[in-house]
């Protein structure tokens, strides 16, 4: 098949997020098994296309499409997001006629396939990530009027769609209900890892050692952490929690979620943060920690979580959303009551205590990800949604 992926983010150049990873999984996986795959992602600077591997990437800006006058409508409309759609869109059509694309797919993020859902040649798949209604519910955060206008585009797009998937039922049940589809209409396709890059390594490994992997904001339970912190360390004085992602500081009164978490735990002996670290040196931070934490209010089918469990790393992670179809309770991970930092802390002080039992969740943590979470795995199923959409 001769497959368009689209999606704004796509590393390197504009990194490794959710969906940029997902979809960069998806694409290798795709053209491993012999199939024609383009990937339509931003550019920062001038528009290019190159291989990456089997790979062909046509980086686009919204520059090029600019609507006259609607930059001065931006505080009310999103002008970015619209011009980059129809960049997209006229990208995708000219694909369609150099490459003969059969079949394009688009996340439902910022509606990036919301013009070419009204010019289609193909027929068109939208993924679910996490739409930005949701995002902002999970972070109590209101919609600008610009962001009510996302929304409505990310809506319009979805249902003009052929079909969507989701990685999770839960987010699909989610998207159903409130874009009232026929959950008939959403196909369940777990995300991908890329398991020969996170892989185990138990040589390396560091006993009490707790990874956490995400931007420090309250939908990712920074704030349950926070809390269960001083009693994990009244119990486990050894214990080190290490920190990965980005502080945004706007989810801080004092400017700093990372300054929050020093000064209301006063365990600074105990925590280390890191911005930024490269995604190939990652895969080590995942193999030396004891267990990785995935505290979130709610998760639709989060990277983290397949990454750590790649590395035979189990994960801690709440009940919410798709956490529940990854993990298995007490097999391969272990799950905790969400929004509960007193569960969150006594599952982790229990874990902690009972290496040989984290060592062997590790174990079969790895044999599902081989199993079921695979890149090759995923790409034969979402190969198989394709060819069915072109046999209808």
């Known amino acids: 098949m001769n497959i368009c992926l689209v999606s704004r983010e796509y590393p390197p150049e504009t990194g490794w997020g959710g969906i940029g990873t997902y979809t960069y999984n998806l694409a290798h996986g795709l053209s491993s098994l012999s199939h024609n795959v383009h990937v339509i992602a931003h550019t920062p600077g001038e528009e290019r296309d190159y291989m ?55 996340p439902e993020w910022c509606a990036e396939g919301f013009l070419y859902s009204f010019k289609k040649q193909t027929p068109l798949v939208v993924r679910f990530h996490t739409p930005t209604f949701l995002l902002h519910e999970l972070n109590s955060l209101p919609l ?121 735990t006063g365990a600074a002996g105990n925590l280390e943060f890191i911005e930024h670290i490269p995604r190939e040196k990652l895969a080590r931070y995942y193999q030396k920690s004891s267990i990785c934490i995935v505290p979130s209010l709610w998760e639709n089918f989060p990277c983290v979580c397949l990454e750590a469990m790649s ?24 799950l905790f009551e969400s929004r509960d930092p007193k569960a969150f802390a006594a599952a982790l002080i229990k874990a902690l205590s009972e290496p040989e039992r984290l060592r062997a969740m590790g174990d079969s943590a790895r044999q599902k990800v081989e199993t079921c979470f695979s890149r090759s795995v995923i790409a034969e199923k979402t190969a198989s949604i394709y060819s069915g959409m072109l046999r209808a």
């Open 52 to 106: 990456d591997g089997g790979v062909r990437v046509h980086r686009v800006n919204a520059r090029n499409s600019e609507l006259r006058g609607l930059w001065r409508l931006d505080g009310i409309l999103p002008a970015y997001f619209i011009n980059y759609s129809r960049r997209v869109a006229w990208k995708a059509l000219e694909l369609r006629k150099k490459y003969s694309i059969e079949i394009v797919e688009t």
């Open 144 to 264: 600008s009027a610009s962001q009510k206008v996302i929304c409505w585009l990310e809506k319009v797009a979805s249902l003009k769609a052929d079909i969507a998937t989701s990685p999770s039922s839960a987010l699909a049940q989610i998207m159903a209900k409130a874009y009232g589809m026929k959950e008939g209409r959403i196909r369940v396709v777990p995300n991908p890892v890329d398991e020969d890059l996170f892989k185990p390594d138990k040589a390396c490994r560091e006993e009490l050692s707790v990874l956490f992997v995400g931007r420090l904001e309250t939908r990712k339970g920074v704030d349950l952490i926070k809390k269960a912190i001083p009693e994990v360390v009244r119990a486990i004085p050894g214990v080190k929690f290490t920190f990965i992602g980005k502080d945004l500081e706007y989810m801080s009164k004092r400017g700093s979620v990372k300054q929050d978490i020093l000064d209301e």
């Open 311 to 334: 590395c035979a790393t189990p994960v801690l992670g709440s009940d919410a959303g798709g956490m529940k179809e990854i993990i298995s309770d007490g097999q391969d991970g272990v």
